[in-house]
């Protein structure tokens, strides 16, 4: 989900901003296909909007008589943020993968949950009595306000209960696959279906296609393990059409499949030659030979073939996939055996000979590369973690005795498990991951450092993990990743390492001792991307939390270079910068440091008047510093400002109570300094 908006350089016109936010208001209160998932967590959110909808058009009235204070504009300006991201999420919901958005309730349910608590902090400086608003809509706001701040998480447990059935009847499956018994409980299997919408053969055949659309979306993020889930809820819905609705309704969806034919020498003779005279569904046909499949598997780009085709393809010399063109990240051939018992299930309905499994898994054991898992990823229930663990274990074993090829596909799988919950993080270390991934940072191999350490970062949201990790005497190798790195994304990806380790007090004190983790820190704030910048501004912020470490930021020549960054529109962590400074100027060597910049305090100026609420709060805290304990020097050029008082009084009335209550200190040392200069310099 996209972060609130925050506007740093000013608003936009008032008119023009509510006239946006009762279109996209409008536009969420007139959703006419109300999706059977999210019921009640979409329509309480219209609900919501349509009362916000009623103060924005009395508001709008308000504007063409008298302007509208600050604060009134910054909350306007959040609750089209969030409107606008409700308007997404709902669109989603309607349009998107019905079964998709099922396996991902819990997280759906969560973004309309922050949605709502967001909704609530914008709420929270709308001054309501400085505006000219009726009886009726003040107390409905007021009532909205009370409710978004009570709001909890609502999760629909039916909703749930259906997710968990439809994994585990595909786990079932998958684990049973046995020769002669099929899908199991194909009436459970329908009426599930039904439950969240799916009552017809085209209506299944349109969230297949939603499906195989988000299999391409997420081929290039979310890994193997999302795409082989994917898969097997494609696997799992295609039996409604065959097996459950009518036949007479299906119709074929994989047209393009008959248009590439790439020979192969080794067809199945005797199933070809009986289904001539049957139709073969597409998606039980391979896309290479188009011949029905004996033992289908999915490639790292997320499609099925037919395991003999695939590795002719394969080792002829090819590394992409024949039907998307993606080029595959490893080879690794995983079973796709919910697809393999439909195909069983449907030879035995038609009298087509076909290859046992127990065949298919002997004559499958002796083609299969060193580095293939057969495990099925697909849900959070227990037969899931197993295979999870399973899959960890095998990985594990990789990293320990595989070649680099072997390794660096390994990091990799473990990079992409570990980034999808925690669960997975738990298991992964149990595995014993944690100390071959440090060891692999190490390497020579840019490609294996990369996922060595974005694993270890994964890893480390997990806190246990982040004991462990520090536990197997980490920092050492990921400071030499943060200095001298591979790639810039390996050393921004250590650095935001060093900020997750170090979100433990003890840690901070470990990680500061090192002589060279603060030094690459400050390094990386000079020359890494914009994302690396702000893992290193973090960072350096959570170190200097404890005292000892401020002084090594100050001496690695941090000031000068956060100084720089707050106009360094490109790199855009103008918030984080000013944290980092503030902390800063605690103690005498960084106050010192600081006052030395001729240029800081109009910049200060300027964040705020147009800084964000936490921008102005840190702006003031160094103005404030830099005046008080022999800033004889600042308090002169603040006033001789034309800005700087006015910005002061708003901050006064507008802002927040920390900020407010240092805007007033900060006016009363003016004041006293205003009384000493010459009538002529400017009070």
Request: glycine content about 6%.
């Amino acid at each position: 989900m996209e972060p609130p908006l925050m506007v740093s350089s000013g608003f936009l016109p008032a008119a023009t901003l509510l006239e946006s936010l009762i279109l996209v208001s409008d536009e969420v209160a007139s959703v006419e296909k109300a999706p059977l998932l999210q019921r009640k967590n979409i329509s309480t959110m219209m609900r919501r909007i349509r009362l916000l909808s009623s103060l924005f058009e009395e508001i709008q009235e308000q504007v063409q008589k008298q302007p509208l204070p600050p604060s009134s504009m910054l909350c306007l300006t959040e609750l089209y943020s969030v409107i606008r991201r409700v308007k997404i999420l709902i669109e989603s919901s309607v349009q998107g993968s019905l079964l998709w958005n099922l396996m991902q309730t819990e997280s759906v349910s969560n973004q309309f949950y922050t949605l709502v608590k967001e909704m609530g902090r914008a709420l929270d400086i709308l001054p309501l009595s400085l505006l000219d608003l009726t009886a009726d809509t003040k107390e409905q706001v007021e009532l909205l306000h009370k409710q978004a701040r009570r709001a909890q998480l609502y999760v629909d447990h039916i909703e749930a209960q259906t997710r968990d059935e439809l994994i585990r009847t595909a786990v079932i499956n998958s684990v049973r696959n046995q020769e002669s018994k099929g899908f199991v409980d194909l009436i459970r299997v329908r009426d599930s279906l039904s439950s969240i919408g799916l009552n017809s053969p085209a209506q299944v055949e349109e969230e297949i296609s939603k499906l195989e659309a988000e299999a391409e979306k997420q081929a290039g993020t979310g890994g193997l393990v999302v795409v082989s889930n994917i898969n097997s809820l494609i696997s799992l819905i295609s039996i409604s059409r065959t097996a459950v609705f009518s036949v007479e309704e299906n119709s074929t969806t994989h047209e393009d499949l008959k248009k590439r034919k790439v020979p192969t020498s080794n067809r199945q003779d005797q199933s070809f030659s009986s289904c001539v005279a049957v139709s073969v569904p597409d998606e039980f046909r391979c896309p290479i030979s188009l011949d029905l499949m004996n033992d289908p598997v999915i490639v790292a780009s997320g499609h099925t073939y037919d395991r003999s085709s695939i590795a002719q393809w394969i080792n002829s010399g090819h590394h992409t996939c024949p039907k998307s063109g993606q080029r595959l990240i490893h080879m690794a051939l995983i079973p796709n055996y919910a697809l393999r018992s439909l195909i069983q299930q449907w030879c035995q309905e038609n009298m087509i000979p076909t290859t046992s499994s127990s065949e298919v898994e002997r004559s499958g054991s002796k083609r299969r590369s060193s580095c293939e898992a057969a495990v099925d990823h697909i849900s959070v229930t227990k037969a899931a973690a197993d295979a999870v663990k399973m899959m960890a274990e095998f990985l594990v074993g990789k990293l320990a005795t595989g070649s680099r090829d072997i390794q660096r596909q390994a990091a990799y799988e473990l990079r992409l498990l570990a980034k999808t919950g925690m669960d997975n993080r738990s298991i992964i270390a149990e595995a014993g991951a944690i100390p071959f991934l440090v060891t692999l940072l190490g390497s020579p191999d840019s490609r294996i450092q990369e996922n060595a350490v974005t694993a270890l970062l994964n890893l480390s949201i997990h806190e246990n993990n982040k004991m462990l990790i520090m536990a197997a005497g980490a920092i050492g190798s990921i400071v030499e990743v943060l200095q001298s790195g591979n790639t810039m994304e390996a050393r921004e990806n250590a650095a935001a390492t060093i900020f997750s380790l170090s979100i433990i007090g003890e840690h901070k004190a470990i990680i500061g001792a090192h002589p060279r983790a603060i030094p690459a820190l400050v390094r990386l704030l000079g020359e890494g991307t914009t994302a690396g910048k702000r893992d290193a501004a973090t960072a350096l912020f959570n170190l200097a939390l404890f005292n000892a470490n401020r002084g090594k930021v100050i001496l690695s020549g941090a000031v000068p270079l956060l100084i720089d960054l707050l106009t360094d529109d490109k790199a855009g962590i103008t918030d984080d910068a000013l944290a980092v400074l503030a902390l800063l100027l605690g103690c005498a060597q960084g106050l010192e440091e600081i006052r030395r910049s001729r240029d800081l305090v109009p910049l200060l100026i300027d964040l705020l008047r147009f800084g964000s609420s936490k921008g102005k709060e840190n702006a003031i805290t160094l103005l404030l510093g830099l005046c008080k304990d022999g800033g004889e020097e600042v308090a002169p050029r603040l006033l001789m400002n034309p800005f700087s008082i006015p910005s002061l009084q708003r901050l006064t009335a507008d802002g927040s109570l920390k900020a407010r209550r240092k805007a007033d200190a900060l006016l009363r040392i003016l004041n006293r300094c205003c009384s000493q200069i010459p009538i002529h310099a400017g009070c």
